[in-house]
Every structure is written in C-alpha cells, then in structure tokens.
Nanobody
Framework: QVQLVESGGGLVQTGGSMRLSCTTSGSDFSLRGMGWYRQVPGSQREMVAYITNGATAYYSNFAKGRFTISRNNADQTIHLEMNNLRPEDTAVYFC???????????????WGQGTQVTVSS
C-alpha cells in the first residue's frame, strides 16, 4: 500500500509563509502526478495545486501568484510553498498521489493523512 507522509503544517499569521512537504513510497512516482487539496469542516475538499509527472504545475485561482508547487523525483517528494497567507487559507491540507500523470478535481489516487494549516488574523 502506498504511503504518503505530510509535514509542515501549523500556525502562521496573516501575510506569513509556510512550506508543506509530502513524501510518497509509491514505486511509479515518475509516472504520476501529485497534488495538494484542502478541506474545511462542512465543505468539500478542493484542489489547491497539482504537478504532472512532467513537472507542469496547475493552480486553483485562489492559489495563483501566492502558492508554488514543486516536485523532486529523486526524493519522491513534493512541496507547496505558500506565501501571503490569509485566514481563508485555514484548512486541512491533503497530499494526493494521483492515479495518472495528472490529477483530477475529484482527487483520484492515494491520499495522505492531512496536515492542519491555520492562519490567524
């Protein structure tokens, strides 16, 4: 079974920065996309950003210009650099090892456990 280990969540003030990381044990890492999704209580999980197996990045509108996703195939790790954080970015952030070379809005693949990000006003 594929394992994903997320790290980097926590508490940050408005305008601050935070870096999330996710490492996977998946054996076909170089063939699959990876992404970050987030969820707040009472709401559906939404895509934040994903990166294809070829390292092309896609962002949701709220993430454009503030967040940067990257991947390191040698370490089987992805990172999400988040800048200029806002209180509305508060959520549990989940890492996804996507089923295909790119990720879907519905999040098909293997999920991490999630890491809490809290942005104080």
């Amino acid at each position: 079974q594929v394992q994903l280990v997320e790290s980097g969540g926590g508490l940050v003030q408005t305008g601050g920065s935070m870096r999330l990381s996710c490492t996977t044990s998946g054996s076909d890492f170089s063939l699959r996309g990876m992404g970050w999704y987030r969820q707040v209580p009472g709401s559906q999980r939404e895509m934040v950003a994903y990166i294809t197996n070829g390292a092309t990045a896609y962002y949701s509108n709220f993430a454009k210009g503030r967040f940067t996703i990257s991947r390191n195939n040698a370490d089987q790790t992805i990172h999400l650099e988040m800048n200029n954080l806002r209180p509305e970015d508060t959520a549990v952030y989940f890492c996804l090892f996507c089923s295909r070379y790119r990720c879907t809005s519905t999040g098909d693949g293997d999920w991490g456990q999630g890491t809490q990000v809290t942005v104080s006003s």
